[in-house]
Every structure is written in C-alpha cells, then in structure tokens.
C-alpha cells in the first residue's frame, strides 16, 4: 500500500500585503498551502490551532512584534519548536540580527529583493525534508507499534520458553532495524543541512556579484554559468539523497568509472575552499572502478574536505591523491579473503591525530576538536564509511600528531 506524500504548509508572516503576495505567487505553483499573517500577533494567534506547518516564513522587520521576538515565542511552545524558519531581511550587513536569528533556531536566511528562484530552491529542499522525515517517521511509529506488540506476545506466553525466546529475537531485530532507520535519518539530515549548503553558497555569492554589477559583460555571463552548475549540482545531491535513503542497493547501480572524473568533481565542488586555503592537490592517474559514482564522489569530497579544515595554520595544505591495484587488505591482522583491491591513498600535511583515535573518527557524532575550533559535526567520516560498506570496501586512516594523514579508500576489484 502506497502512502501519500503528505501536504507541505506554510506560514508566510510579514507586515507588508504586497510582500506576502509576492511570496504566495512565487511558490504558488508548487501547489503548497500557505497561510499569511501580517504582524507577529496574528501569527501567534494562528499557531495556537493550528500546528502542522512544514515550514515558516518570517519577515525580520516588524512593528509591535519584531519577527526575532516573534520567532522567540514559537520555539518556547514544545509543539511549535520543531517547525523550521527562515528569516527574511532587506539588510545583509546585520550579523547582530543574524546571529541572534541563528542563535533562537533558524534555519537560514533570505535577503530582499527576494530572488524567485532562490526562494522556491530553499522552500523546496525543507519541503522534500519534511516528506522524508514524515515517512521516517511513519516508519519508526510502525517498528513501534510492532515491537509493543511483540512484547505483548511474550508476556502472555512465558509459559512456553521456546516460544519466549524465538519472540525475543524477533523483538532484538526489529530494535536494531530501528535503530537503523534513525541513523539514516540523521545522516539525511546532516547531508540536506550541510552538503547542499555548498551550492547554495556559490548562488548566494554569484548572485550578489550579480546584483552588484561588478565586471564585465563576460563575467556576468560567467556568474550565470557558475549560478547554473551550482542550481544543476544541488538537483543532483537531491537525488543522491534519496538513493542514499534506500536500504539495499541494487547491481545496476554500479558502473565502471574511471576514478580521475569522481575525483575531480568532488574538487570541483570544494573550489572555494581551495582557493582560500591556497591549497595544492596532486592527483597521480587514478584506475577505473566499479562504483556507484554519486555515492563514491561523496567519499572524496568528504575526505579531501577534512583535509582543507584539519590543516597547519603556518602552511598551505599539500594534498596527493595515488593508487595502487591488485593489493590484498587485511584487517585486525588477518587477510579478509577478498581476492583484489583498488587502494586510493589520500595523503595530507596537516595537524593529524592521535593514531589510537583511528577508529574513533568513523564514528557518527565523534568528533576530536571542538566545534568552536574546528567547525563541522563529526558526521561525515561516517558516512564515508557507510559508504564504502555499500561497495564492500573498506576505509581507514593513519596518522600522526602533527605530520599529517594518510586515508586508505579500498574497493573491491570485480571482474
């Protein structure tokens, strides 16, 4: 039985008639329910019935009830603290607002003149957010109800020890199933609020190189082009998104690829990172391997990004990318029986770490800096590793304090 994708909902709250039309025709033909309030009163009022909005919409400017004191309200009520908002603001130089914004729960920020085709990108991707959670969710109350329902049979037949023990086993199953299911909710929320930030962050820089009408007609024309690939590549982490969701993968996900291209598009994607760091790569001729392309690009971006952020302050990062084929692996001592490996070595001159945390760092939410230190969460070496398990490889890391890292990516060499 299939379940509808469920209705998305917004409130748009904003003192201005003409700004809240403006914001309804823009998403109308997305068939979204919206909801207008013009004060921060009215939307409080609003929000004391009704509180199944997906998303909120909020104007930062207000009179009587600024939209920060308003939003301040909303997150104080335990069934409104969960719905995301977006702020609307004419001036991008508050970082006070902004941070006070960020700081109260807000996802993110819009500036005026609102760009059309911005708003609905960013409407649309807590959209999907929100139907993926909600299934997610439906899934887990589903695992719920049958585990209650599990233990209800074992406590009405403790009479019968085979039988007690064959439901225990169904009940330990269905707990690790989910538990399954919540981990892949948080790497889907840690890829939709981080990964794509990236894109969104070249339209966001491009678009206002744009608006400021700095440089020639050519690099207008530049800017739209960059504009473009980011609008094309965040598509593409939407659909990466919900292949990754998927519990099983199948063989015709695979391809034959060759490395090089995976490698240079994950540093595509990291171009402004590099530029800022000053970093070299050097990447050897890499091999063709049978992957699932979007997934693996993920692995190297991921990589190659904690190289970038775990880099000397005194030094430019250095990074070499080689590979070596037909290699057998062992792991905890002993040869796994796998007959062949491709091994991809990543190797960085950064701050390293301690080797006895080389476990430690594929761990989801284990992280050996701070966030004030280092920014990041501590996912996605993680998923790196998730992965690599879908490809029946393997990734591990070698470091030490001080003189670098060294990434070994091995995949599986299929005839």
Request: proline share 2%.
């Amino acid at each position: 039985m299939q379940h509808l994708a469920p209705d998305i909902k917004i409130l748009v709250v904003d003192d201005r008639e003409d700004n809240l039309l403006s914001i309804e025709t823009v998403l109308e033909r997305e068939n979204y329910t919206i909801v207008k309030a013009n004060s921060g009163k009215a939307a409080l009022k609003i929000l004391l019935t009704q509180h199944d909005f997906s998303l909120i919409l909020m104007d930062v400017q207000m009179p009587d009830m600024s939209g920060l004191e308003t939003a301040s309200l909303i997150f104080q009520r335990d069934k409104l603290k969960n719905i995301p908002i977006i702020f609307i603001t004419a001036h991008s130089h508050e970082e006070e607002a902004i941070y006070k914004g960020y700081k109260l729960g807000a996802v993110d920020f819009i500036y005026k003149p609102v760009n059309p085709e911005l708003l609905r990108l960013k409407v649309g991707l807590f959209a999907e957010l929100f139907r993926k959670t909600q299934q997610l969710v439906a899934h887990e109350q589903k695992l719920l109800n049958t585990n209650a329902y599990l233990q209800k049979e074992i406590e009405e037949r403790l009479a019968s020890e085979h039988k007690v023990m064959q439901l225990n086993m169904e009940l330990q199953q269905n707990n690790i199933h989910l538990k399954s299911i919540n981990e892949e909710l948080d790497r889907f929320a840690y890829i939709a609020s981080h990964d794509l930030q990236e894109p969104l962050r070249k339209i966001r820089l491009f678009s206002d190189l744009l608006l400021q009408k700095k440089g020639s007609a050519e690099d207008m024309d530049k800017y739209l082009a960059k504009i473009k690939t980011s609008t094309d590549r965040m598509h593409q982490l939407v659909n990466d998104l919900l292949q990754f969701s998927r519990h099983h993968v199948d063989d015709s996900d695979f391809v034959e690829v060759n490395l090089n291209n995976v490698v240079k598009e994950a540093i595509g994607e990291l171009e402004v990172q590099i530029n800022q760091s000053n970093a070299n790569i050097v990447i050897d001729q890499l091999p063709s391997a049978l992957i699932i392309p979007s997934l693996m690009r993920r692995v190297f971006y991921n990589v190659i990004s904690n190289a970038l952020k775990f880099k000397k302050k005194e030094e430019a990062p250095l990074i070499r990318i080689h590979a070596q084929t037909h290699c057998s692996l062992e792991l905890n001592g002993s040869n796994n029986g796998k007959s062949s490996y491709c091994k991809i070595f990543i190797t960085d001159n950064g701050i390293g770490f301690d080797k006895k945390y080389a476990d430690d760092i594929f761990v989801v939410f284990k992280r050996l800096h701070s966030y004030h230190e280092i920014e990041g969460t501590g996912i996605g070496l993680s998923i790196c590793k998730k992965i690599m398990e879908r490809h029946s490889g393997h990734i591990f890391a070698t470091s030490e304090l001080g003189q670098g890292s060294v990434f070994t990516i091995a995949i599986p060499e299929r005839k």
